[in-house]
């Protein structure tokens, strides 16, 4: 529990500064937004599941999740606080973009599906950037996204290494080939690791997002977590 010098006092993940009564359902909502980020972040071939239903409406939901977000804290508060620096107008100018071309896009259906992607991480940047105003927030923020990263690093290992290395071992070997493990073929896109987002593309952005992170954990910490961040990169 924390403090927030009102007299208010808040869960450890949350700052209450957003917050006008103590029984807003905001808190609930970054929940909600937070466990549907770390579920398409970690579960196998999201990249195929998101266009395909009924995980069509799962993910839609859970982007839904930080516009409501968006608009309780905005209800709270009773006015909206601007990312500032030139950034709102460049959301302004995204959005506009984004409404001219889900309307004249050669296929409406996908297009609004990615339109409402879209929006759901705008709305995602309001809420989440006041809790970037303070220290503490700052640090929680980037602690949890390297837990994340450190998860994601040990599942798409495994996920390639059971899915994708060891039947290709398999399959060498029982053609007879000497040295399998040697003769794996890495040039081969379909053998490079694809786990979890379900394209090798995907994975390996995600994973170079990941090394300033678990880089900057391993310089902030002085522990044994040093070891466990530089392990992750």
């Known amino acids: 529990m924390g403090f927030n010098g009102k007299g208010c006092h808040f869960p450890k993940f949350f700052n209450p500064c957003s917050m006008s009564a ?28 998101m266009v395909a239903w009924s995980w ?3 993910w839609q939901v859970g982007l839904f999740c930080p516009l409501l977000w968006f ?4 209800w709270d508060n009773r006015r909206l606080y601007l990312l500032g620096n030139g ?8 959005l506009i973009s984004l409404g001219i071309s889900t309307l004249g896009a050669e296929f409406p259906q996908q297009a609004r599906w990615q ?6 991480f705008i709305a995602a940047l ?6 970037l105003n303070s220290v503490t927030g700052r640090y929680r923020l980037f602690l949890g996204q390297g837990y994340l990263s450190l998860a994601f690093v040990a599942f798409s290992l495994a996920l390639w290494l059971s899915r994708t290395f060891l039947p290709e071992i398999e399959r060498l070997r029982d053609l007879g080939v000497d040295g399998a493990v040697q003769q794996f073929d890495f040039s081969l896109l379909e053998l490079r690791n694809w786990a979890p987002l379900g394209h090798q593309n995907y994975v390996a952005g995600y994973l170079i997002l990941c090394l300033p ?4 954990l391993a310089i902030l910490h002085r522990d044994w977590r040093r070891w466990l961040w530089l392990t992750g990169g």
Do not use: E, N
């Open 213 to 216: 992170t678990l880089l900057g």
């Open 87 to 94: 950034f709102d107008q460049g959301l302004i100018a995204i």
């Open 126 to 131: 309001y809420p989440i950037s006041r809790w």
């Open 71 to 74: 608009l309780v804290q905005l």
């Open 56 to 58: 069509v409406f799962v």
């Open 22 to 49: 103590s029984k807003s359902p905001a808190p609930l909502l970054a929940y909600f937004t937070a466990f549907f980020y770390i579920l398409f972040s970690l579960i196998p071939d999201s990249h195929s599941m």
């Open 115 to 120: 339109a409402w992607a879209c929006l759901g």
